[in-house]
């Protein structure tokens, strides 16, 4: 009896590891939010990486964490190091630019993946700026095989932990745009 238990546990096991590299593997996320200010005013604010310190959800996390900024326009770079594990260490640099309409960068968080993110701005009847920031990854990407099937579960939450994020620095982006 012990054995078929044992025997069972360990099918369970090869089972959830086995469908952990067929599970899908990209995770794709978006938040938007209305800003009553220009565009052109919204869109400094996200494409020079100097100004992310005011609204970023990651500069309020680890307000000590070490940023270098280089560059303008696209490769417009901003690496960062971070003991606090929810920051990390990595970098973050603009691969596309349209401005004052959209902003794409690529993600590469040291030893843990890389992802794609990008803003989105159009104006509104009333003068305002719809923002959508989005953000795309593919959960295996860069990871080493013996990692693939528990990052690909970790997918399933990491839309709304990364949504979570999102909603908080589109809420400062807003409160620092609208002061002006």
Known sequence: ?????????IGL???VILLGFVLPDRVETERETIINA???DVYALISNFEAW???SPWAKLDPDMDVTITGDGVG?????KSDDPNVGNGSQVVSAMDAPSSLTTRLEFEGMGNADAGFTLSPTADGATKVVWSFETNMREGMPLHMQPLVT???FFMGDMVG???EEGLADLKRVAEAG
Do not use: C, E, N, T
């Open 1 to 9: 009896m012990l054995g078929k238990i044992i025997f069972g546990l």
């Open 13 to 15: 096991i090869v089972i």
């Open 38 to 40: 220009p565009q052109d």
């Open 53 to 55: 310190d005011a609204w």
């Open 76 to 80: 417009h770079r901003m690496s960062w």
């Open 153 to 155: 579960y970790l997918g």
């Open 164 to 166: 979570a994020q999102y």
